[in-house]
């Protein structure tokens, strides 16, 4: 796609900015314009072939398959491999042979079905289909890749496409809410949402989980397995139909009203999307579509993920570009999506897809030819289109899934950067895992807990969680039960007696969050069920464990139940987020850190004018602990983690105001004579 690029001829717009933020990135000046040179190529090439951009990501108005305003059908698939196409459904009682696609130009096939003689159409809403690719003289049955609903046999247990097309399409009714200054973004799974032993709904998901996000503090939800994976146990990045809202929750239009109600809560919508690789099903998947090992993929061991068993993408193909950018904009523009984190991109930035690789910081792994250019280029591509080409004046916010470290993964395209908001801050759920499983408390290493935290690159947004969604998953658990475990089954009951292992573990986790939340990024991620210490881990139904949903759902009933501690923890959360609501740390600088001391394990910082500061001493309260502040004048106690209402032990009386000393102190202009219990986070905030 396109001729050889000189890369000293390269004009990138804004490219001293890129420079600016990141002065390293002159020494690789040529690969930074090179790789814009290949994104404004293909740019230019789509709109050369397709008019425009914006018309091209609007394929999936025209292909699969669509009942237009006479009631024909108009049908249109990309096969190169195919030697005829059919299809085949209920429509015309399956037959093999009378339902057949023409072929055109450039390996694109068509069908043209007239209405009936009365005037209906000939396929009707809910009828199930399957596409014939005939390869070899041999009838291969296929799903549509555009294929937007499909449902599982029960005789097969294979997915067949249906015809969506209800009479009363979904209207939204609500408008998106406005971008806030700081993203607290809830990560959720519809499927598990529910306490019951069973696949949650849409409908549940709406009427039960929203509004407790909302109430919580957050502004975000971002949605896990929504695209259709026919695998449950895959949790949703194995995708097999990408346009397909998954049916195992519901119908499109239920997913729809979901995200309408979750905006009128204030909440934005964000999708977990794959396009990083995808399915190795050949029969209810993308995989061998057209009889072929390649199509959409690349052909031999290129197109294969070894650790992951599944395809990957060729794109560079001009029609893979047009399904993965057209797939982005059917989610926005159909649904109304607000914005995207696309899973496990450190494969796709790499030839080697990060496979036994370790990642230095140097900054030749990032631009030698590990780098995998059309993958890059794609990315691009898709910042590029979901900022310039969008149904409704909004924002469109995309994340990065990233362990890698790329530099200006997160800057503008016209910078010459990939284009992301966000990048998620993937060493921090690491640190802390590694500190509650493999360390005491006295082992804890500040120094080095406060680097991770702040370890980010300058210019680029990163998206801070305290525990990912991998780590409660069978063969690990979530912090809370790696915390107190065995304990939590009969001691996180108000009615027994105190147990020193809930005591440290729910004030562990108060502060893991707390300090995560203030210091680790510009926006803050929590998955479902941990914010009130969901106990055990997940597992979804397989032959393991004899197909059972125990394990595959969230305990919102532990939360409920007053008589025990999990409400402590999860009004700690809620106030946590109002707090950062009100104040905005999330949207400010980066915080001023006056204090790490080993010794007291006693960390202080200063963010968008408040005062945090934490004392994980296990044995040790700090009596007149001197702290740093730059700005004079009389402080209290706003947020407390040892506060009797998030179940502590309220040894600090809020009424006490603390006035600053004059003099310099740990480099600041002032300083405050404060009370540390042990175990506990403060949150201080400067009076008017």
């Avoid at 007239?114 to 799903?143: A, F, Q, Y």
């Avoid at 895959?234 to 309408?260: H, M, N, W």
């Avoid at 001023?592 to 001391?597: L, P």
């Amino acid at each position: 796609m396109g001729n050889a690029i000189e890369p000293e001829k390269v004009i990138v717009p804004n490219i001293d900015k890129l420079f600016e933020i990141d002065p390293n990135l002159h020494r690789h000046e040529l690969e930074v314009k090179r790789r814009y040179g290949v994104f404004q190529q293909k740019l230019n090439t789509i709109e050369e072939h397709e008019e425009s951009l914006d018309n091209f990501t609007q394929s999936y108005k025209r292909y699969g398959l669509h009942r237009l305003p006479d009631n024909s059908i108009y049908g249109l698939e990309w096969a190169p491999g195919a030697e005829a196409v059919i299809l085949r459904g209920d429509f015309n009682k399956w037959d093999k042979v009378k339902t057949s696609y023409k072929r055109l130009p450039y390996d694109k096939w068509e069908l043209r079905l007239p209405p009936n003689e009365d005037g209906s159409c000939h396929i009707k809403h809910g009828d199930r289909m399957k596409l014939v690719i005939v390869k070899d003289d041999v009838l291969l049955h296929r799903n549509s890749p555009w294929s937007t609903y499909v449902l599982q046999s029960e005789n097969s247990k294979v997915y067949d496409m249906i015809f969506y097309d209800p009479p009363q399409p979904y209207v939204f009714k609500n408008k998106t809410p406005a971008t806030p200054r700081g993203l607290r973004i809830y990560e959720a799974h519809v499927g598990i949402s529910s306490p019951e032993p069973k696949v949650a709904s849409y409908n549940y998901f709406a009427d039960e989980i929203l509004p407790r996000i909302a109430a919580n503090g957050y502004n975000a939800v971002q949605l896990m397995a929504i695209m259709e994976h026919a695998y449950y146990g895959c949790f949703g990045y194995q995708v097999t139909s990408f346009f397909a809202a998954s049916s195992r929750y519901g119908t499109p239009d239920e997913l729809k009203s979901l995200i309408d109600r979750a905006h009128g809560l204030g909440l934005l919508v964000f999708l977990d999307v794959v396009h990083s690789h995808a399915a190795n099903n050949v029969l209810d998947g993308l995989n061998q579509f057209d009889g072929t090992q390649s199509c959409f993929f690349h052909d031999g061991s290129r197109g294969t993920h070894n650790l992951w068993d599944s395809r990957l993408f060729d794109y560079n193909n001009y029609e893979v570009l047009r399904f993965l950018l057209s797939n982005l904009r059917y989610w926005a523009d159909e649904f109304q999506f607000d914005g995207f984190r696309f899973d496990g991109i450190t494969s796709m930035l790499y030839h080697h897809h990060g496979i036994g690789a370790g990642f230095s910081g140097d900054y030749s792994e990032y631009f030698g030819i590990a780098a995998d250019t059309d993958s890059i280029v794609y990315l691009m591509l898709a910042n590029h289109m979901l900022r310039n080409c969008r149904q409704q004046s909004r924002d469109i916010i995309t994340v990065a899934e990233d362990v890698s470290g790329m530099p200006a993964l997160c800057r503008p395209v016209d910078e010459g950067g990939i284009g992301f908001d966000y990048r998620l801050a993937m060493a921090i759920p690491d640190k802390w895992i590694q500190l509650v499983k493999d360390h005491s408390d006295e082992a804890w290493n500040i120094g080095d807990v406060v680097w991770t935290l702040i370890n980010r690159r300058h210019g680029e947004r990163c998206i801070a969680y305290s525990e990912s969604h991998d780590q409660a998953l069978v063969g690990d658990k979530t912090l809370a039960f790696h915390l107190m475990d065995k304990e939590m089954y009969d001691s996180m009951s108000k009615l027994n007696q105190p147990n020193i292992i809930i005591e440290r573990g729910c004030a562990l986790l108060k502060m893991i969050r707390c300090l995560t939340h203030s210091l680790g990024g510009e926006a803050y991620l929590n998955f479902m069920g941990n914010e009130f210490g969901h106990p055990e881990w997940l597992d979804f139904p397989r032959p393991g464990n004899g197909y059972s949903y125990h394990y595959a759902r969230r305990r919102f009933d532990l939360v409920d139940d007053k008589n025990l501690k999990y409400h402590w923890l999860n009004d700690y959360d809620r106030a946590l987020n109002t707090l950062e609501d009100r104040v905005g740390w999330l949207c400010s600088t980066q915080a001023y850190i006056s204090c790490k001391h080993e010794g007291d394990k006693v960390v202080a910082y200063e963010r968008a004018g408040c005062l945090f500061v934490h004392n994980f001493h296990w044995d040790r309260s700090h009596t007149d602990y001197r702290v740093g502040v730059d700005q004079p004048g009389t402080y209290s106690v706003e947020l407390d983690t040892d506060d009797v209402m998030y179940g502590g032990h309220g040894r600090l009386d809020h009424s006490v105001r603390y006035t600053t000393h004059s003099g310099e102190f740990s480099n600041r202009s002032c300083s405050l004579l404060l009370y540390l219990p042990t175990r506990t986070s403060l949150i201080l905030v400067l009076e008017s």
